[in-house]
């Protein structure tokens, strides 16, 4: 990544608003890259309402090559295409991650699926498939109320990074505010404390 950061990219999940941990933490994120880049955009992109469905409409328009696609398969991919846009924009991704049996919300696992799309965020490749968002890096904010960062009931943070791999976001910092069921200020400090730390700025 270069030093400058221009464009940050939001994304929250968390069905609470004030209350959500991970919506705190991304908050705290991104007024660090705002502090440290001063007159960086800053695009806000909340999918907790959901998004369209990947449906047999979505699977169809994504698979006919873009310059054959209809009129209405250009209109039915129009929300992932302006997801992809956004993201291919911001140099920087600060996604928030709360917990939810085990794994990301269902509504963040739809922005997952409209934002993985061949030839758009990877190509298959001969060797395999290549992720194509290149030069970024991510920042992941987790909550939990007891699951652990890394153990093996943690699907959500291991999914995010492999999937931010995926698409070419290999930098991927984790920041977690785990067992806020038990001791709520202590993870909630400890987060805190790893984001004052974050180099968010290092090439
Ligand atoms: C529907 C639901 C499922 C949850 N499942 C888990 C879970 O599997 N493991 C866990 O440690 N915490 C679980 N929690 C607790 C949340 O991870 C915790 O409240 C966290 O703070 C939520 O993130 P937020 O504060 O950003 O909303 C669950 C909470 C909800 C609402």
Do not use: C
Not at 166 to 174: A, L, Q, R, S, Y
């Amino acid at each position: 990544m270069e030093n400058s950061v221009k464009t940050i990219l939001k994304v929250n999940s968390s069905g609470q608003r004030d209350s959500s941990v991970s919506r705190q933490l991304v908050a705290k994120v991104a007024d660090k890259l705002l502090r440290e880049n001063p007159g960086a955009d800053l695009i806000e992109r909340d999918v907790s309402g959901g998004l369209p469905p990947v449906n047999e409409a979505w699977i169809g328009a994504n698979f006919t090559p873009k310059d054959q696609r209809s009129e209405e398969q250009r209109t039915v991919l129009g929300s992932s295409d302006a997801l992809v846009e956004e993201l291919r924009n911001a140099d920087v991704i600060v996604v928030g991650v709360p917990i939810y049996n085990f794994g990301i919300p269902a509504a963040l696992k739809l922005w997952v699926d409209q934002i993985v799309r061949a030839g758009e965020t990877f190509r298959y490749g001969e060797q395999g498939p290549v992720g194509l968002l290149e030069g970024k890096r991510a920042v992941v904010t987790v909550a939990s109320g007891g699951v652990e960062t890394g153990s093996a009931a943690d699907y959500a943070s291991t999914y995010m990074k492999h999937v931010l791999g995926f698409i070419g976001i290999t930098d991927v910092t984790i920041v977690s505010a785990n067992g806020l069921a038990m001791d709520a200020d202590t993870a909630i400090a400890s987060a805190h404390q790893a984001i004052e730390e974050l180099q968010l700025a290092a090439a």
